[in-house]
C-alpha cells in the first residue's frame, strides 16, 4: 500500500491509497475493480473477465475505487524486448487530480522487476 496526496492548485484535494494486483489474484480488489467497470459501463462481461486477468494496479479514495490499471505483458522478437500494454481508467470525480499520471507511474515502479 502507498498513500500519496493530490494537489490542486496547491491544496490537497484528496488522498489516493495505491494498491498493487499484479498476480495477486486478490478476490476483494478484483471484485471491486469489476463493480467499478461495470458502474462506468466501460466493458462487456467478457472484456471485464479479461481486464480482471490483467489487473495491475488500484487507486482508492475514501475506501471507494477512484482509479484502476491493468496491463499486458508480452514479448515482442523483433526487437527481443519484453513490452507491456498498459492502461489506465480513472473516474470522472478524479480526473482533474493527476490520478492518472499518479497511477501510471505507481504501476510502472512495481513492475519494473519484470
Given at each position: 500500500m502507498f498513500i500519496v496526496d493530490a494537489l490542486s492548485?496547491?491544496?490537497v484535494v484528496a488522498e489516493f491509497d495505491f494498491r498493487f494486483a499484479w498476480e495477486?489474484?486478490?478476490a476483494a480488489?478484483?471484485?471491486d475493480a469489476q463493480a467499478f467497470w461495470r458502474a462506468l459501463g466501460a466493458f462487456g462481461p467478457e472484456q471485464v473477465a479479461e481486464r480482471t486477468s490483467e489487473l495491475c494496479a488500484m487507486?482508492?479514495?475514501d475506501g471507494e475505487v477512484a482509479g484502476v490499471s491493468t496491463v499486458r505483458l508480452f514479448?515482442?522478437?523483433p526487437l527481443r524486448a519484453r513490452l507491456a500494454f498498459y492502461r489506465t481508467m480513472v473516474a470522472?470525480?478524479?480526473r482533474q487530480q493527476q490520478?492518472?499520471?499518479l497511477l501510471c507511474v505507481y504501476s510502472r515502479d512495481q513492475l519494473r522487476g519484470w
Amino acid at each position: 500500500m502507498f498513500i500519496v496526496d493530490a494537489l490542486s492548485s496547491g491544496s490537497v484535494v484528496a488522498e489516493f491509497d495505491f494498491r498493487f494486483a499484479w498476480e495477486r489474484r486478490d478476490a476483494a480488489m478484483e471484485r471491486d475493480a469489476q463493480a467499478f467497470w461495470r458502474a462506468l459501463g466501460a466493458f462487456g462481461p467478457e472484456q471485464v473477465a479479461e481486464r480482471t486477468s490483467e489487473l495491475c494496479a488500484m487507486a482508492y479514495a475514501d475506501g471507494e475505487v477512484a482509479g484502476v490499471s491493468t496491463v499486458r505483458l508480452f514479448e515482442f522478437r523483433p526487437l527481443r524486448a519484453r513490452l507491456a500494454f498498459y492502461r489506465t481508467m480513472v473516474a470522472s470525480g478524479f480526473r482533474q487530480q493527476q490520478l492518472a499520471s499518479l497511477l501510471c507511474v505507481y504501476s510502472r515502479d512495481q513492475l519494473r522487476g519484470w
